[in-house]
C-alpha cells in the first residue's frame, strides 16, 4: 500500500484542544480500555484494562533530566487529540503475508507550569491486544540538549503475577528463565551461578528484562516490552517485591547516564501486550506495528533462507576457531604454527557447501576465517580481529567460486568480540570486501567487555552501534544476524535486512553448557521472541555423545522437537545446525529440514501456554503447503491439532514426524516414527510428544496416486 493510501486509511474523527479541562481521557478498542489524567500535583498517569478487569493500576510517567529533576510534575494538559486507524501493510517477509495494524490513537500535550513552560507529549495507542505509549519531546526553547538520568514510566501490577523471567543484567539476555511470583523475584543467586555467560552485570537484584511474560491468577496474560528501540538505552523493568510495581529502568552509559537527546526527540513505545488467550500473545502484531515502514526501497535482495554451517562441529569440540594455538609462539619466518585442528579450512568449507548444495540449503557460514582467534576474548583489547584478511587455509578465492558454482551463498562472521569501536573503524572495508567475495550475509557477534569500555551491550552508544551496522549492511545489500546484540523490538519491520538476533539464550548452551531444560523453548516465543526473530540454531540431531571435550553435554530435547522448532521458533534465517554427518544418519528425517521455508504467508498458533507447550501451523510463502511444529516441555502431552486451517475440500498428504513410543530426551531422544496419511480440512491430529518431545508435520497438496495409495488419518 502506498503512503498515500495509508493516510487515507487514517481518519481523523477527532481534535480538540481544551486547554482548560484536566479530566481523565480515555481510549478503547474491543476489550482494552486505557484512561489517562494529571493528578493534583500535575503527575500525568495512566491505567489500563482488559474485559473490565485491571491491568495496570495508576501508573506514573516521566522523568528526572539533567535539566530538571522533577520532569514528572507541575504538567497541565495543554491539548489532545484522537484519532482511530486501520492499515493494512505487506512485510518484506514474515509470518503472515498481510498485517493489519488497527487501533485508536490519543495523543496528550503536556506543559509545565514552571516558568520554562517546558513541554512534553505522550502519544497513547490501544490495540485489540493491548496499549503502547511512547513520550515525544517536541522541539521548544527551553529544552535542548539534555541527558535523561532515569525514565520514571511505572507498570503498577494488579496482582502477584506469575511471571517468566530472566536478571535484568546490562550486557546479557542469554540466561535461563525462572517462573516466580513478581514477589519471589531476586536474581542474585542466578546471576552468581551463571557463569556459562562471558559478561554479566546486573547490580539490581530485583530488575529483570522485557519482553517481560506475566499471567494473572485469573488466566490473563501481560506481555510488557517496548518497540522501536533508537537512539535510547534498552528498558529493563525494577520490580517493587511488595506493591508489584514495575518501574523502568534504563540501561546507563560508562558515566551512569541514560540517554542524551536533542529535541525533537522520542522515546521507544512502552506496550503492553494483554489477552485472556496465551496464543493470541504470540499472534500479537502490535511491535511490529508500532515500528516505522521498511527504509529499504529496493528490497529484491533480501531473501529468507537456511544455512549450514562450520558451527556446531567447534561448539562440540570437534574442531576449532583457532588456527594456531597460541598468537604469540610464532615460527622462524613470523607465522602461526597451524594446530592441525582449525575447522574453517577450504576442504572443510566445500565439504559444508556441498551439503548444502545437495540439500537446497541456501547459505554456508564459516566461522575462525580470519587471524586473531588465538586470544579474542576476555582481553578488553580494543584491536581482536582483521575483518579482510583469511587465515592462511581459508582460502576465499577459492572457496567464493566454489560456492557461486553449487548456487550457495556465503555467510560472513565478524566477531567483534565486543570491540564495536574497531568494528566500526573496519565497517567500510570489511562490508565491501564481503561484497567482493559474494557474501550475502554477515552474522555479527559481540562476546566480551564492550570497548568503548564502560559502555554496555544495552546501552544508548550499543543501540546506535547496532543500528549503524544494520545500515552499512543495507548500503551493501547484506543480510545481518546478530549475536549478543541488544534484544529485538521490532525494526526489523524499517531494515528488513537486519533479519535475526540471538540476544538470548540459544541452542548452542546445550554445547558447551549444562544447557536449558526441555521448558526453555515453550517460553521463548512469549518472551525474547515477541520482539523478533532468533537465531536459535536449531535442527541438532545428535543429541549426545559429542567428543571427549564434552562427553556428558546432551541436546534437552528429543529429535522430532528439534524439527519442530523450525515452526516454533521463528527465523527468515534458519540454521541447520549440525554436521553433514549426523544427517546424513537420519535422511528420513531430514526431509522435513529440506523441506521447511523460512517465509510464510500465514501463521496458526493451535495452542500455547508459556512454560508448558506450543503448536504453530504456518502456510508457506506462496504455496499451498502448511507445517506445523508442536512442543513440550518436561512432561509428555497429546497435542490435538484441528486441520481446519486447510483449503476445504482439497486433499493433502501429511507427513507426520513424532516422537517414537519409548522416546524420552534424556534416555531415548533419537527414536521417531514418520507416516504418511491423507488429510482434509475435517482431520484432527492427535499425536503424543514425548518428555521433552516435539512432531513436526508437513502438509502438502495430494496428487491423484498417493490419494490412492495412503490411508486417511483417524
Ligand atoms: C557466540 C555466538 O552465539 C556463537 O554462535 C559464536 O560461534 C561464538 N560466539 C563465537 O563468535
Ligand atoms: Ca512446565
Same mark, same amino acid.
Given at each position: 500500500m502506498t503512503p498515500a493510501k495509508i493516510l487515507a486509511f487514517l481518519a481523523i474523527i477527532l481534535t480538540c484542544k481544551i486547554a482548560n479541562s484536566q479530566q481523565t481521557q480515555t481510549l478503547e478498542m474491543g476489550k482494552v480500555k486505557l484512561s489517562f489524567m494529571v493528578d493534583a500535583g500535575g503527575t500525568p498517569r495512566y491505567e489500563a484494562s482488559y474485559n473490565g478487569k485491571p491491568v495496570i493500576l495508576p501508573s506514573r510517567l516521566g522523568f528526572n533530566l539533567n535539566t530538571d529533576s522533577l520532569f514528572y510534575t507541575s504538567f497541565e494538559i495543554a491539548g489532545t487529540q484522537k484519532r482511530s486507524f486501520d492499515e493494512t501493510w505487506q512485510p518484506i517477509w514474515g509470518e503472515t503475508k498481510n498485517i493489519r495494524n488497527h487501533g485508536e490513537e490519543l495523543l496528550i500535550q503536556l506543559k509545565s507550569?514552571?516558568?520554562?513552560?517546558c513541554l512534553l507529549t505522550i502519544i497513547f495507542r490501544v490495540f485489540e491486544d493491548g496499549v503502547a505509549f511512547r513520550y515525544v519531546f517536541p522541539q521548544q526553547p527551553n529544552l535542548k540538549y539534555f541527558i535523561v538520568k532515569d525514565e520514571l514510566t511505572a507498570f503498577n501490577m494488579a496482582g502477584n503475577h506469575k511471571t517468566f523471567w530472566i536478571p535484568?543484567?546490562?550486557?546479557?539476555?542469554?540466561y535461563l528463565y525462572t517462573t516466580s511470583s513478581l514477589s519471589e523475584i531476586d536474581n542474585r543467586k542466578i546471576v552468581e551461578a551463571?557463569?556459562?555467560?562471558a559478561v554479566r552485570e546486573a547490580p539490581d537484584p530485583y530488575a529483570v528484562q522485557t519482553p517481560l511474560m506475566m499471567k494473572t491468577m485469573d488466566g490473563l496474560y501481560i506481555n510488557i516490552h517496548e518497540a522501536a528501540l533508537v537512539n535510547y538505552s534498552s528498558m529493563q523493568l525494577h520490580t517493587d517485591r511488595t506493591t508489584h510495581a514495575l518501574t523502568a529502568s534504563l540501561v546507563p552509559d560508562a558515566v551512569g547516564n541514560k540517554a542524551y537527546l536533542h529535541a525533537p526527540a522520542v522515546t521507544p513505545w512502552r506496550t503492553i501486550i494483554i489477552s485472556d488467550n496465551a496464543a493470541a500473545i504470540l499472534s500479537s502484531n502490535m511491535i511490529l506495528n508500532l515500528n516505522d515502514p521498511s527504509v529499504i526501497k529496493d528490497p529484491t535482495w533480501i531473501k529468507p533462507m537456511k544455512f549450514a554451517g562450520v558451527w556446531w562441529e567447534m561448539q562440540t569440540g570437534k574442531s576449532g576457531w583457532n588456527y594456531a594455538d597460541n598468537a604469540d609462539n610464532l615460527s622462524k619466518d613470523g607465522q602461526l604454527i597451524p594446530n592441525g585442528k582449525h575447522g574453517a579450512n577450504t576442504a572443510n568449507v566445500k565439504r559444508y557447501i556441498d551439503f548444502a548444495a545437495a540439500n537446497g540449503i541456501k547459505g554456508v557460514l564459516a566461522e575462525g576465517w580470519n587471524p586473531g582467534w588465538e586470544d579474542w576474548f576476555g582481553n578488553w583489547k580494543e584491536k581482536v580481529f582483521d575483518f579482510t584478511k583469511p587465515y592462511p587455509d581459508f582460502d576465499i578465492r577459492q572457496l567464493t567460486q566454489y560456492a557461486a558454482s553449487k548456487g550457495v551463498n556465503l555467510i560472513m562472521h565478524n566477531e567483534t568480540s565486543g570491540s564495536a569501536t574497531d568494528y566500526e573503524r573496519q565497517l567500510d572495508t570489511a562490508y565491501r570486501f564481503m561484497n567482493l567475495f559474494g557474501y550475502t550475509s554477515v552474522k555479527t557477534g559481540y562476546v566480551g567487555r564492550i570497548i568503548p569500555r564502560g559502555e554496555h551491550h544495552d546501552g544508548q552508544w550499543m543501540v546506535d552501534h547496532y543500528l549503524r551496522v544494520a545500515q552499512k549492511a543495507a548500503e551493501h545489500h547484506i543480510m545481518l544476524d546478530a549475536h549478543e /546484540?541488544?534484544?529485538?523490538?521490532?525494526?526489523q519491520r524499517t531494515y528488513p535486512n537486519w533479519m535475526a538476533c540471538e540476544a538470548g539464550r540459544g541452542n548452542e548452551y546445550n554445547a558447551f553448557s549444562n544447557g536449558s531444560p526441555p521448558e526453555h523453548e515453550t517460553i521463548l516465543p512469549f518472551t525474547r521472541l515477541i520482539g523478533g526473530p532468533m537465531d536459535y540454531t536449531p535442527g541438532i540431531f545428535k543429541m549426545k555423545g559429542y567428543t571427549s571435550y564434552a562427553p556428558t553435554r546432551q541436546m534437552h530435547t528429543t529429535l522430532c522437537k528439534q524439527l519442530a522448532l523450525y515452526v516454533t521458533?521463528?527465523? /527468515?534465517?534458519q540454521m541447520v545446525a549440525d554436521l553433514p554427518e549426523n544427517y546424513q544418519a537420519h535422511m528420513d528425517a531430514f526431509q522435513f529440514i529440506k523441506d521447511v521455508p523460512t517465509d510464510w504467508d500465514d501463521t496458526k498458533i493451535l495452542a500455547a501456554e508459556p512454560g508448558d507447550y506450543i503448536s504453530i501451523a504456518r502456510k508457506e510463502k506462496n504455496a499451498a503447503n502448511w507445517f506445523i511444529g508442536a512442543i513440550t516441555d518436561e512432561n509428555s502431552r497429546k497435542a490435538i491439532m484441528p486441520f481446519s486451517f486447510l483449503d476445504k475440500g482439497t486433499r493433502y498428504v501429511a507427513s507426520i514426524y513424532r516422537d517414537a513410543a519409548h522416546a524420552d530426551w534424556k534416555d531415548n531422544p533419537e527414536a521417531y516414527t514418520i507416516e504418511q496419511f491423507i488429510v482434509d480440512s475435517n482431520t484432527t491430529l492427535n499425536i503424543t510428544l514425548a518428555p521433552g518431545g516435539g512432531a513436526a508435520v508437513s502438509v502438502k497438496p495430494a496428487s491423484a496416486e498417493e490419494i490412492k495409495k495412503l490411508k486417511k488419518y483417524k
Open positions: 507550569k514552571h516558568a520554562a513552560g535484568g543484567d546490562y550486557d546479557s539476555n542469554e551463571a557463569t556459562d555467560i /546484540p541488544v534484544r529485538p523490538t521490532g525494526l521458533l521463528y527465523s /527468515p534465517l
